[in-house]
């Protein structure tokens, strides 16, 4: 779960992951503490959301969505990600293009975003549930 202002209308919203539906939710916020009803984009049939971070990852001024995702595992019941998307937010609390990044690490678990190269983009850093160990994403977007 995560929030930001994501149709620019002042308000906080709140987005989520919804790991047994397959998609992730953006509930509008009012400004007075209610939220409108769920607009979801849908990740896929394969794939679960495991954990989400908000950005301005292509420098439009809306806000986009990454997390990590993986294929689901009955034995386990639970899911082995290996990679990580990004949702270009559409600036009404949906998202259109959707980018998906392979990973080396086994079990991406985790992610956050800040500037971590000082160029002014946001990158990704995501950790390994297995190993210990993370990986940073640098945003090589020509776009902003």
Partial sequence: MDVNDF??????????????????GVFLGKGD????????????HTTIVNQI??????????????GVC???TALLLSSI????????????????QQMTFDT?????????TNDFNGDG???LAISNLVGGNFSILLNTCTCC
Avoid: H, P, W
């Avoid at 503490?33 to 896929?44: C, E, V």
């Avoid at 990600?81 to 559409?90: A, D, E, K, L, P």
């Fill in 70 to 72: 993986g294929l689901e």
């Fill in 53 to 66: 971070a908000v950005g301005d990852f292509n420098g439009d001024g809306k806000m986009d969505v990454a």
């Fill in 33 to 44: 503490g209610n939220f409108g009803t769920q607009i979801t984009t849908m990740i896929g």
């Fill in 7 to 24: 149709n620019g209308d002042g308000y906080i919203d709140i987005v989520v992951a919804n790991q047994g539906n397959y998609n992730i």
């Fill in 121 to 123: 983009r946001l990158d």
């Fill in 104 to 112: 080396e690490l086994v079990y991406v678990d985790y992610v956050v």
């Fill in 81 to 96: 990600s290996t990679s990580v998307f990004v949702f270009v937010g559409c600036g009404n609390g949906s998202f259109g």
